[in-house]
């Protein structure tokens, strides 16, 4: 909305079967009888749409495409076209499969193909140049080597998960307009008073979950072999890095969790193993959206097993069988279950009996110290 007008007013009206028999546009001062027109519009993100509209669509989510979804669409659309584009003939030059795969994994991050066909485009100039300059010869092989060659250095890489070698990080997966992508989660600790600091240009959402984090931690310090003392005398610092791209969202709150007790226990999440899902203060797992792009991000960059909430098993069928067939999932519907994934059963167990063995060796060396006072 503008000087110029608001258009959601004016699709309120145009939307709504009710009145949209006599729409009467400012421009032309006609009535318009509407009523039997179907619209149909496409948009990246649903959120910015003003509720009172988004009240009046039926809303189709279309996940983004595999890489074998791309590949195919390069080779049988994209690819035939360019050429055609180009001035020139596969028999001067052939992209391969795996030319295809860097192009898709290393210079384009997207749901779609918009950006693929203007990289294989960038490709067929560089070939028409040649031609046009006599210097080809001879057929050109396009490989993941000659990519790079003619695009130029790799635009993006799946970080993988090497990071939480070290305690205090955990693996989320993020959904994006783009698709998906992984999230590291990193907690550090200080001397303090218990102040909890946040960074990484996290949103509202994402802010409380680190509050309902650290509250269940707390709560529950006991049961995960914490002590309680240390909350008083320790700052927690959580970061989610690349700090200039604003997050925010509900599905990192089980991510921030884990990073939290993984900090504390000193014990180190398995560097194949993401996570994504909302924790509630009692620590029960709620379900989250994007699962689709979220997995597919998860296998891009390395990860073995992923941890789902339970009520987001109805998501899995969606998922290529080939991605499907690569992963281990896991379905969590409480915090418990998460960290006996993430840290390990047994470890947890171990921590536990030795914090419990600290605490009654400080209990029976405090009773000694009264008795010898006394």
């Not at 600091?197 to 959402?205: H, N, T």
């Not at 398995?270 to 699962?291: D, F, K, Y």
Request: glycine share 8%; charged share 25%; net charge negative.
């Amino acid at each position: 909305a503008d000087y110029r007008g608001d258009p959601s007013s004016a699709l309120l009206e145009v939307l709504d079967p009710e009145q949209n028999d006599t729409f009467v546009d400012h421009y032309l001062d006609v009535p318009f009888d509407l009523s039997k027109i179907l619209f149909i519009a496409t948009a990246n993100q649903a959120h910015p749409i003003p509720a009172p509209l988004r009240d009046r669509m039926e809303i189709i989510e279309i996940p983004g495409y595999t890489m074998e979804d791309k590949v195919k669409i390069a080779q049988n659309y994209i690819i035939p076209e360019q050429l055609t584009e180009h001035g020139i003939t596969d028999e001067m030059v052939e992209v391969t499969g795996e030319g295809l795969r860097v192009l898709i994994e290393s210079y384009t991050r997207e749901a779609g193909v918009r950006s693929l066909k203007r990289e294989i485009a960038g490709l067929y100039r560089w070939v028409a140049k040649q031609v046009a300059s006599d210097e080809h010869t001879e057929k050109v092989i396009i490989d993941g080597k000659k990519v790079e060659e003619i695009r130029g250095p790799i635009k993006f890489f799946s970080e993988v998960a090497e990071r939480t070698s070290v305690a205090g990080v955990a693996t989320g997966l993020a959904w994006t307009a783009a698709g998906g992508d992984i999230l590291f989660i990193e907690a550090t600790q200080m001397k303090g008073k218990g102040a909890m600091k946040l960074s990484g240009s996290l949103g509202d959402v994402m802010k409380e979950s680190v509050g309902v984090a650290s509250s269940f931690v707390r709560s529950a310090a006991r049961d995960l072999g914490i002590d309680e003392d240390r909350f008083d005398k320790t700052d927690i610092h959580v970061h989610v890095p690349t700090g200039a791209v604003p997050k925010d969202g509900p599905s990192a709150g089980v991510t921030m969790l884990t990073a939290i007790v993984s900090l504390l226990t000193g014990m180190t999440v398995s560097n194949t193993l993401a996570m994504t899902g909302e924790a509630t203060l009692r620590g029960a797992v709620l379900p989250v959206g994007g699962i689709k792009e979220k997995v597919l991000a998860a296998h891009r960059a390395g990860i073995k097993q992923v941890i789902l909430p339970e009520k987001n098993k109805k998501d899995l069928p969606e998922i290529p069988d080939e991605i499907k067939n690569d992963l281990e999932f896991h379905f969590c519907s409480r915090m418990e279950q998460v960290l006996e994934i993430a840290l390990g059963k047994d470890n947890i167990e171990a921590h536990r009996a030795q914090f419990e063995a600290e605490m009654e060796a400080r209990k029976r060396a405090a009773a000694s110290g009264g008795e010898a006072q006394a």
